[in-house]
C-alpha cells in the first residue's frame, strides 16, 4: 500500500495553477443532466429543475485528518470524495455534483496530485457525481483538502435529523467499529516500520477493517433499499465521529431521548478479534471509533416488520422521551447515559 | 488596524467541533427563499425552482494568500466571502448562499475565529448572501480558509467565457492595481513595525489602496448597471489574478485574439502616485497585480452607444480574429503580445 518513492516528479511551479487544474481535470466526465457546466469557468452551473439542492462541505488537513505515511494518495482521494457524499446520502438525496479544492506544499510533486485526483476520479465514476469545480493551491505545511458536495431529492424524501418521536426505532447500517479497528492495526505497523522499514508484515486477516479505514464506501444504495421496503426514515444522520456522538446529535435535533442496546450493536468478527488482540473493548470503539460512514436512521413502529431480519440493517434501540435522556443499555442490562466521545479535532 | 494583543483567550479544544459551529454561526439569519435547511443537518437544503444553480470554491492558505501580521482577522473573513462571490458575479448571476470551512492551529483562540466569523457575517449582509454550512478543524500551522459559494440565474442571464466574438469591445469595471499597491504599502510597513514596533506611521495617503487589498468589494451592483443599460455582455470573467491574465482566459475560451489599449487601462490617482513612490509601472501592476475583484467582459459593439462615458465602466479595448493574437497596444503605439504574469500560488 506504500507510495514508489522512485517515482518520476514534475514541480507544480512548472505548470502553474490554471495548467494544473486543466491537466487533473481533463479525464473527468458529466453525468448528470443537471450540470449545465462543470469546470472552466468562474463558476458551474447547476441545473435542478423541481428538485431540492442538498449541499455539504468538508475539510481533511494532513496530519489531524489522514497520515500519509501509510493512506495512499489515491485512497486519500477516493475517501475525501466519500465523507462528503456520505453526507448527502444522509439527507436521503442523490449525490449529484463535487468541487474538490486541495493546498499541497513544495514537497508534493504533479504524480503525487495525479495519484489524488485518480482517487477522486474513481469515487466519481462509482458514485455518479460530476466533477465540477475545486481550486488548486500551495501550503506552507502538508496537505489540505476541502471537497463540497451537491445533491438533489424531492422535497418529500428528504430526511432531517429532527424528525425522530418517541418509540421509533432506532437503526444503523451494515457494521461499526471496522475503521477505527483498521487504524490501530496501520498505527501499529507504522512503529513496525520504523523500527524495521524491511519489514514485510502479512496485514490479511486485517484486509476488511483496514479497507474500512483506506477506502471507505459511503451508503449510497440506503435510500434505493429503504425506498424498496416502502419505509421513509423519520430521522437519519451519518456515523462520521461515532455512534454515540450521532445518537446526542438525532436526540437533540429531534428532542428525543433513547435506549440503545449494546447487544445489539453490529460487529464484523474481524473487529470483534482486532478489538481483543488490542485489548480494547469493542462496544467504546463502536461508540467512539468514528470514520465507518454508515448512516444511522429512525423509522416509526409500524415498518418493524418490513426490515425485521433484513441483512443490510440491525434495529439497535428505540428513541423514548426527552426526559428520559439517552442511554446504553448494556449487556448487565443496567442504563449508562451516552456521553459523545466521538472524534474531536480540537483535543 | 492591527489586532489587540491582550485580548481575552477561549481555547477550541473546550468548545469542540460542534459547538464551535454552533457558537461562531448563531447569529447568521437567512435571507433567501431558496435557503430551505441552512446549518444543523448533515447538508444544507436550497430550492432553485426554475432558475439555474451557480457555485464556486476558493482557498485561502495562510502564508500563501494573507499574512495575518497586516491583515485583521475580521477583514480576512470578508475577503474570503468577496473572492469567491466575485466568481459568482462574474457569471452575472446573484450570489445567494455560502459554505465556509476553516482549519486553524492551536494559537488561535476562539476570539480570532469571531473575529474572521464577525467578517464573513458583515459580507453575508451587505451581499445578502446565507452562510448554509461549513466546517471547522484544526491544522497543524497556521490558517486555511475555503469557501463556496452558490448562486443563482435564469438560463438566458448567464454568461461565460467563452461568449466574446471579433469586434467585441472589452471592457472592465472600476479601476484597476489598487490591490496590489496596497499590498506594497503594507508590506513596507511590515519591515518598519519590524525594527521599530512602536512606529505609528500615517497611512491616510494610502487609505484607498490598503483598502483595495484589505477589505475589497466584488461588484454585485454590475448585473444590475448592466440590465439597466439592456447591455447582455457576451463574455464576462472576474479580476482576482491581473487583467492579462484574465484577457488570455476570455481569448482562450471564446477563441478570439484581442487589442488592449494601454492608455485607456483605468488607474486611480492613488495607485500612480504609489506606483512613482515604489519605482514601478503602473501598467504592469494592472496587467499582473491581481486581486482587483473587478468585473472583464464583452460586449457587441451596437451597445457601444449605450455604455460610452459610463463612469462604472472603461472600453480598454476590442477583440480581434484568434490568430492575430492578445496584445497591448502601449502608448507609443507597438504592439506587444500579452504574457500571463498573474499571480501563481506555486511560484
Chains 1, 2 share one sequence.
Not at 111 to 120: D, K, T
Not at 329 to 344: E, F, L, Y
Request: glycine share 8%; charged share 25%; with cysteine.
Amino acid at each position: 500500500m506504500l507510495e514508489d518513492k522512485n517515482q518520476e516528479r514534475t514541480s507544480l511551479e512548472k505548470l502553474g495553477e490554471f495548467g494544473l487544474i486543466q491537466h487533473l481535470t481533463k479525464s473527468f466526465k458529466l453525468n448528470h443532466k443537471s450540470t449545465l457546466k462543470g469546470i472552466g469557468d468562474d463558476a458551474a452551473v447547476l441545473d435542478f429543475g423541481g428538485k431540492k439542492a442538498i449541499v455539504s462541505t468538508d475539510m481533511l488537513v494532513e496530519g489531524v485528518h489522514f497520515d500519509l505515511s501509510y493512506m495512499p494518495l489515491k485512497h486519500l482521494g477516493y475517501k475525501s470524495v466519500m465523507v462528503n457524499l456520505s453526507d448527502i446520502y444522509a439527507m436521503n438525496a442523490i449525490a449529484t455534483q463535487i468541487t474538490v479544492s486541495i493546498a499541497v506544499s513544495n514537497r508534493f510533486p504533479l504524480e503525487a496530485l495525479e495519484e489524488f485526483y485518480a482517487g477522486v476520479a474513481l469515487a466519481a465514476e462509482l458514485y455518479k457525481v460530476d466533477l465540477i469545480g475545486g481550486d488548486t493551491t500551495s501550503s506552507t505545511k502538508g496537505m489540505i483538502i476541502s471537497v463540497t458536495a451537491i445533491g438533489e431529492a424531492n422535497e418529500a424524501d428528504i430526511t432531517y435529523r429532527n424528525g425522530a418521536k418517541p418509540n421509533d426505532l432506532l437503526v444503523v447500517s451494515g457494521d461499526l467499529g471496522g475503521a477505527y479497528c483498521g487504524l490501530q492495526v496501520l498505527e501499529r505497523e507504522k512503529e513496525v516500520f520504523k523500527v524495521n522499514p524491511n519489514n514485510q508484515p502479512d496485514l490479511s486477516p486485517y484486509t476488511y477493517i483496514i479497507e474500512r479505514q483506506l477506502k471507505p464506501e459511503s451508503r449510497k444504495d440506503i435510500k434505493g433499499l429503504l425506498q424498496g421496503l416502502e419505509i421513509k426514515p423519520t430521522a437519519m444522520i451519518d456515523i462520521s465521529d461515532g455512534l454515540s456522538s450521532e445518537i446526542l446529535h438525532l436526540c437533540k435535533a429531534s428532542e428525543v431521548g433513547c435506549n440503545l442496546f449494546e447487544e445489539k450493536i453490529p460487529l464484523d468478527p474481524t473487529v470483534i478479534s482486532a478489538c481483543e488482540e488490542f485489548s480494547i473493548d469493542s462496544t467504546l470503539v463502536a461508540l467512539s471509533g468514528g470514520e465507518d460512514y454508515e448512516l444511522l436512521f429512525t423509522i416509526d413502529q409500524k415498518d418493524f416488520p418490513k426490515i425485521k431480519g433484513n441483512p443490510h440493517f440491525s434495529i439497535i434501540g428505540h428513541m423514548t422521551d426527552k426526559n428520559e435522556g439517552a442511554n446504553l443499555v448494556s449487556r448487565s442490562d443496567t442504563k449508562i447515559p451516552i456521553t459523545a466521545q466521538g472524534w474531536n479535532s480540537f483535543s
